[in-house]
């Protein structure tokens, strides 16, 4: 079975542009989550899908910042205008729609701009 | 506020050393869920135990043990005669029970390095 896969894996964009992340959760999972680790710190979370709702969002940035997840399967996270303090390590999460269940991560997504 | 505290920023140990990873919470929530995950050197989060608020009996699976004391807010984690592979990034992280899903904080992480 696949797991989480997170596309790409690398990305370096210039201050200014517009990158799209994508994740694809495992088949089923209708939890869906954002996190990304900036500079070697916490892993921050940014938010929450459930199915093709978002269920929370507090944790994102910015308007800079739009996540969609049309059909309850994939998700994108589109950052734009790109800036500098946006680079880091984008990681998506999916889980199964209970209670005490595991999440399980992506490789991550290691943006750069520069 | 939940919170996840991880005071080790790095630790080096040679190979067949014991090591405690160290993890303290702070939550209002009276149920809650505690996590550990590795990030080795490939990138990806790999879950390695996940313990509810309400078992404080504390796992053992092969070398790795946990030690849960909520007396104290600790979740500690133990690795014993530590090999090279073990090297990476350890994350703690603090969720609390919600009608879907979970919501993590996570702690900054302790990198391990073992050394051969």
């Known amino acids: 079975e696949a797991g989480v896969t997170q596309f790409p894996s690398h990305s370096v964009i210039e201050k200014g542009q517009t990158v799209t992340l994508r994740c694809d959760p495992i088949?089923?999972?209708?939890?869906l989550y954002w996190y990304r680790r900036v500079m070697g710190k916490e892993i921050k979370f940014l938010l929450h899908f459930v199915k093709e709702s978002k269920q929370d969002e507090s944790g994102m940035p910015n308007n800079r910042f739009l996540a969609e997840r049309t059909g309850g399967t994939y998700s994108t996270l589109k950052v734009q205008p790109a800036e500098l303090e946006d680079s880091g390590v984008y990681f998506c999460?999916?889980?199964?729609?209970?209670?005490?269940?595991?999440?399980?991560f992506g490789q991550g997504t290691r943006l750069t701009v520069v | 506020a939940q919170k996840v505290t991880q005071a080790q920023t790095e630790i080096s140990v040679v190979e067949k050393e014991d090591v405690t990873l160290d993890c303290v919470y702070e939550t209002r929530d009276t149920t809650y869920y505690l996590f550990w995950y590795k990030q080795p050197p490939s990138g990806e989060l790999v879950f390695l135990i996940r313990?509810?608020?309400?078992?404080?009996q504390n796992e053992i699976s092969g070398r790795y043990s946990w030690n849960f004391q909520k007396s104290t807010s600790s979740f500690n984690f133990t690795i014993t005669a530590s090999q090279v592979v073990d090297s990476a990034v350890y994350f703690c992280?603090?969720?609390?029970?919600?009608?879907?899903?979970?919501?993590?904080?996570f702690g900054p992480g302790t990198r391990l390095s073992v050394l051969p």
């Open positions: 999460a999916s889980s199964e729609l209970r209670v005490n269940t595991e999440a399980f």
């Open positions: 088949s089923g999972h209708d939890n």
């Open positions: 313990r509810n608020s309400f078992d404080e």
């Open positions: 992280a603090l969720s609390e029970a919600r009608n879907y899903g979970q919501n993590f904080v």
